[in-house]
């Protein structure tokens, strides 16, 4: 289809044709691979005089070095995982996602780790793939260096410089811990600013106004509240020195993880579980700071040594509470409990905002009897909270917990939706496209 006939598609059939074309991408990319395989194996790259066939990719291709790298491994990966291959190669997945799978999936568990990637979005996908890398180097480490020291290098540094225009730069690296440390005091010190700040355009509404920079983007918007942020923090301790370190917990740092996840399990134990139910548990196992990073469980373990540690009492499908028809407004009980479970993130399809949150029924408290209870309770951004009630949204969860937006067109959203796939996806690519004159032969050009 040529670009002239696009603009006057119908928008349910450009949007077929982006996912189509999705689906294509996917299929070529795969086949791309293989060929990149047997040239790498032949060391095609080798006659033009590079060190590598990363290098050669880089410049034949004129792809980043880095992301060179990054096509050879997972080509190199997909060679030991025909499962997974084939599955790609029919378009069924994105290389995001056989990206994330080749970092962690073996002959035994390739299976499983496709299946995950047809059910989950791509970010999820990653931060599942990331723990469960996390628990299997843990695992490693106590089982096969004797509880050495190996890979436990802090990673935490700082430098700072002064730049030739004035300003002064700050960079920053922090471990896990330190960062969720760091990341909370910006939060605290920004929302700080920002009652200022309201405070005063309440007073003088006219002079905010002049001050207040114009045509400000938000991202731009919020790094500058940011650096102010981080200046506060600063003032504030020059101005104060040293506190007192009487006070263990003046703020509060919250960490999602399962309870498998949090007291680890005996080697034996493990072999005992049977195929299903480890797939069960590596699927529901969390332990990430909210809205953050993903943790190693051992700094779960640390910090729930000397840390305040909140219980939630949930039903055999996990589900914290339940106060039923009782009252309309969740408990705070209840709501920290439907944050910790939605890993304090809107759980729409395609949404991560981590920010002013609320609590939906999906089945209204007066109108459809909806009870105030976990199953019924998701967590939402406060602009897809708005979308749901002025288009009369249902939301429902699937056989498999998964959230499906109803629209009144009949539309159906999911957080993973299957790809657009054709029978033959790579042949309907050939139609579309052809070589072009300059990718010819190399070798007269590295000469």
């Known amino acids: 289809m040529f670009d002239n006939q696009l603009e006057a598609l119908p928008l349910p059939e450009l949007e077929a044709e982006v996912c189509s074309w999705a689906s294509r991408i996917s299929a070529a990319t795969s086949h791309w691979l293989s060929v990149i395989t047997i040239f790498d194996q032949r060391k095609g790259w080798a006659k033009a005089g590079m060190p590598?066939?990363?290098h050669w990719l880089s410049w034949r291709c004129g792809i980043g070095l880095r992301a060179s790298y990054e096509y050879l491994r997972v080509a190199r990966a997909l060679q030991a995982l025909p499962h997974l291959r084939e599955v790609f190669g029919n378009?069924?997945?994105?290389?995001?996602?056989?990206?994330?799978?080749t970092r962690i999936a073996t002959a035994e568990t390739e299976r499983r780790w496709v299946s995950e990637a047809l059910r989950y979005s791509a970010r999820r996908l990653e931060r599942l793939v990331t723990l469960q890398l996390k628990?299997?180097?843990?695992?490693?480490?106590d089982g096969g260096n004797g509880g050495g020291e190996v890979g436990n290098e802090d990673p935490s540094h700082c430098s700072w410089r002064w730049n030739d225009d004035g300003t002064f730069s700050l960079n920053l690296v922090l471990d896990a811990t330190r960062g969720a440390v760091m990341c909370k005091a910006l939060e605290l010190a920004e929302s700080g600013i920002e009652e200022e700040k309201a405070g005063r355009a309440s007073t003088d509404s006219d002079n905010s106004a002049q001050i207040r920079p114009q045509g400000d983007n938000p991202k731009r918007k919020s790094?500058?509240?940011?650096?102010e942020?981080?200046?506060?923090?600063?003032?504030?301790f020059l101005a104060q020195g040293l506190p007192a370190l009487a006070d263990p917990i003046p703020y509060m740092v919250n960490v999602h993880v399962d309870i498998h996840t949090l007291t680890g399990a005996s080697d034996s134990a493990r072999r005992a579980r049977s195929e299903q139910e480890s797939k069960e548990k590596?699927?529901?196992?969390?332990c990430e700071l909210e809205g953050g990073a993903i943790l190693p469980p051992s700094i779960a373990r640390q910090l729930s040594c000397d840390s305040i540690l909140q219980t939630i009492l949930t039903d055999a499908g996990g589900n914290p509470l339940a106060l039923g028809r009782s009252r309309r407004r969740p408990t705070t009980k209840l709501r920290r409990a439907i944050y910790a479970r939605d890993g304090g993130v809107c759980q729409y399809p395609g949404c991560r905002h981590h920010k002013w949150l609320q609590i939906h029924h999906m089945l209204e408290w007066e109108a459809d009897d909806g009870a105030t209870?976990?199953?019924?309770?998701i967590l939402i951004c406060s602009m897809h909270h708005r979308l749901i009630h002025d288009r009369s949204l249902v939301l429902r969860r699937g056989p498999d917990g998964e959230l499906l937006v109803f629209w009144q067109d009949g539309t159906v959203l999911r957080d993973a939706p299957a790809?657009?796939?054709?029978?033959?996806?790579?042949?309907?690519?050939?139609?579309?496209?052809?070589?072009?004159?300059?990718y010819g032969p190399s070798t007269s050009q590295a000469a």
Not at 91 to 101: C, D, E, M, N
Not at 229 to 236: C, E, K, L, R, W
Not at 373 to 377: M, T
Request: net charge positive; glycine share 4%.
């Open 52 to 54: 590598s066939c990363a």
């Open 91 to 101: 378009g069924a997945i994105s290389y995001s996602k056989v990206r994330a799978v």
């Open 135 to 141: 628990i299997d180097a843990e695992k490693d480490k």
């Open 223 to 227: 790094a500058r509240r940011r650096a």
């Open 229 to 236: 942020a981080a200046t506060a923090m600063a003032a504030t």
């Open 282 to 286: 590596t699927t529901r196992r969390v």
């Open 373 to 377: 209870d976990p199953a019924n309770l």
């Open 419 to 438: 790809m657009a796939t054709t029978r033959d996806p790579l042949r309907a690519f050939e139609r579309f496209t052809a070589p072009q004159s300059g």
